[in-house]
């Protein structure tokens, strides 16, 4: 064990936040232990802002709810004692050890994996159970020193991702930590030490024994956190995807051509843009851009059967959406959500009488335009449609009227098709 004091670290009490010194500090004059510990302590000495602070204690969650008011007791698999100050939320965690004969208070699925685990030990028990050595470091209230019991600081300097223990066993116990290696490796530029990454491949599957709920929060953070590209493509290289979403998966490899992939990463682009210029971004588009090839390929095959459109529709999300929440258990407002952007995809092509003045009105419009938007850009729809839109929706009355009149000479206005556009050829194509 190394203690690393003030002057040898980098984290000040000015980067914490002041309701998590508040808890530091009301547990130690209530006498106890208290620290902040992982992903905080990892990018506090990054120079980075945490997203959220943790607590370590030798409080139990019951001691801890009777030194604050404001905190909630949670958790079943792991206890823990929440406390709040208006929108933020400190968790604070009772030091866990290893009583592997406690059956109560610790259960073990013949799997391996940890279902519950409740008992309670001290700093120096609690540190073995943490998932990588940057994440186990804990920075004490007492002195303002880190604790480093297991080499974190030595490879967070040489910016190391490093399970602890046996790599192959500590993802047997909790295969979300799979994830969760690549979501850190990504979003820190740090490498997964070798031993780190070698069983991935091999237990990428047992994945799948993780609940549906707890999955959809994983796909959230790694999706959603502005570095969604270069996690795409890691969870690809080591088969966790195929894992999170089977149907993409097999559509991008037994796809001759680029189209769905490069659909695929400028929506992820598009939404990393988006997180670094701190807009908002809703879980629905991207999980509707996930899911659209299988969406594409099932309603392929309901239109070649003689489907009408709607229809084919309407059966492929429900098909396609029922084996993903078996996995991803995606809530229902969401997957509503995905559908209407989805069923949009099909109205926008018709820009003639009423129906565009009504498209407009709908909540999701906007969405399923930046949509079709992203789909014109990678040859996945007509540009011109997309131009057309742009234009409706910035266009006076007069210019409206206009653009949604049939055509004159009496023939019925050009429908664009909603099938596969293929874009034009890049090269070769016939001279004009
Ligand atoms: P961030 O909050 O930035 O996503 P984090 O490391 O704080 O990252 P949390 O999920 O908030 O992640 O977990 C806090 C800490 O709890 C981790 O740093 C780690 O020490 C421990 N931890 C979380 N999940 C696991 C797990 N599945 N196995 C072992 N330890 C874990
Ligand atoms: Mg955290």
């Not at 004059?29 to 943790?54: H, I, M, S, T």
């Not at 429900?318 to 109205?347: C, G, Y």
Request: hydrophobic residues 40%.
């Amino acid at each position: 064990m190394r203690i690393y004091s003030r002057s040898e670290h980098c984290i000040s009490r000015s980067q914490i936040s002041d309701n998590a010194l508040k808890v530091l500090q009301r547990l130690k004059k209530a006498g106890f232990e208290a620290y902040l510990v992982g992903g905080c302590v990892r990018d506090l000495l990054l120079g980075r802002e945490p997203k959220d602070f943790d607590v370590a204690t030798n409080a139990s969650p019951e001691q801890v709810k009777q030194v604050f008011r404001n905190c909630r007791i949670i958790g079943r698999r792991f206890r823990l004692a929440h406390v709040f100050f208006g929108k933020e939320i400190i968790e604070v965690a009772t030091f866990r050890g290893s009583a592997e004969d406690d059956a109560d208070r610790q259960l073990v699925h013949e799997d391996g994996r940890v279902l519950r685990d409740n008992v309670f030990g001290t700093l120096e028990e609690d540190v073995w159970r943490r998932d990588f050595t940057v994440n186990a470091l804990y920075y004490n209230i007492r002195d303002f020193s880190v604790v480093d019991y297991t080499g974190g600081m030595q490879d967070h300097a040489d910016a190391v991702l490093r399970l602890l223990g046996d790599p192959e066993r500590r993802y047997r116990e909790d295969p979300v930590r799979m994830l969760r290696a690549v979501r850190f490796a990504v979003k820190l530029g740090f490498k997964l030490h070798p031993e780190t990454e070698r069983p991935i491949f091999a237990l990428a599957d047992s994945l799948g024994s993780i609940p549906a709920a707890r999955l959809y929060d994983e796909v959230l953070k790694l999706f959603l956190a502005g570095y969604g590209v270069q996690t795409f493509e890691l969870l690809r290289h080591y088969g966790l995807f195929a894992i999170l979403f089977p149907e993409t998966d097999a559509c991008l490899e037994t796809q001759e051509h680029e189209f769905p992939r490069l659909f695929l990463i400028r929506a992820l682009e598009n939404s990393d843009t988006r997180f670094a210029a701190g807009k908002t971004l809703t879980p629905y588009f991207l999980l509707a851009a996930l899911l659209w090839e299988p969406l594409q390929c099932a309603v392929q095959r309901l239109l070649q059967r003689g489907e009408n459109e709607t229809i084919a529709y309407q059966s492929a999300a429900n098909e396609v959406l029922a084996k993903q929440v078996k996995i991803i258990a995606m809530p229902r407002h969401i997957t509503q959500a995905m559908r209407d952007v989805w069923f949009m995809q099909a109205k926008l092509t018709r820009t003639v009488g009423s129906r565009p003045y009504r498209l407009l009105e709908q909540p999701k419009f906007r969405a399923a335009y930046d949509f079709l938007q992203l789909r014109a850009e990678t040859g996945g729809a007509d540009p011109g449609l997309v131009d057309w839109w742009t234009r409706f929706q910035s266009a006076d009355d007069e210019e409206q009227r206009k653009m949604t009149a049939p055509p004159k000479n009496g023939a019925p206005k050009p429908r664009t098709k909603n099938r596969r556009y293929r874009g034009k050829p890049k090269t070769g194509g016939a001279p004009t």
